[in-house]
């Protein structure tokens, strides 16, 4: 009777060992996946900075090509006026050039085209 009491007594030991190994496996797999889940937040958080620095780089290249547009717009408006200033220029060398052969009283017939003037 003894021995089976010391054999009862150890199986319910090893019993006892067995639970605290399976609560002590438990609590690892409780760890891992926590840890499982700490990583896969920091996963996503990373995605969405990920998300919100593309949109902010497409909304930066939308202002430069807005920009690249602004500046080919205030370039060609540069051209127009430089074209514009050559022809008064060249207009002004011309009327300086006929108004010193001018007779006076007499209008060139190259000034002031389709305009008479009545000079009586």
Known sequence: MVATEER?????????ATEEHMVATEERMVATEERMVA???RMV???ERMVATEERMVATEERMVA???????????MVATEERMVA???H????EDTSRDATPGVVPPNVNRGLRFDLR
């Open 8 to 16: 009862m007594v150890a199986t319910e030991e090893r019993m006892v």
């Open 92 to 95: 002004m060398v011309a009327n």
């Open 39 to 41: 990583t896969e937040e």
């Open 88 to 90: 008064t220029e060249e």
């Open 67 to 77: 920009t690249e547009e602004r500046m080919v717009a205030t370039e060609e408006r």
């Open 45 to 47: 958080a990373t995605e």
